[in-house]
């Protein structure tokens, strides 16, 4: 289980400068990330370390991660994205 300082903090990590991006992690954030487990969510906290273009790339379908594990945490942000949607 994720605590409330670790949250605040991937919390201010989310925020990326580019409304797609910050939609898209905080409503997983918020929605999903808790039904992670622990090495998925130690693959989002990697994912958030990418440049936002790269970032962007990833979650809006256009460049998959050469790691799987990677592409199966973005994959899961995208659907989250597509549930609220």
């Not at 925020?15 to 905080?26: A, K, N, Q, Y």
């Not at 918020?30 to 990418?50: I, M, P």
């Not at 973005?74 to 609220?84: F, H, L, Y």
Request: charged share 25%.
């Amino acid at each position: 289980m994720t605590n409330i300082a670790d949250k605040n903090r991937l919390h201010w990590q989310c925020r990326r400068g580019m409304l797609e991006l910050d939609d898209m992690l905080h409503s997983f954030l918020q929605h999903g990330f808790d039904d992670l487990a622990k090495n998925e969510r130690d693959q989002f906290e990697n994912l958030l370390t990418c440049h936002d273009n790269l970032l962007l790339e990833y979650l809006m379908g256009r460049t998959v991660p050469s790691d799987p594990d990677t592409a199966h945490v973005v994959n899961k942000i995208r659907a989250a994205a597509q549930a609220a949607t």
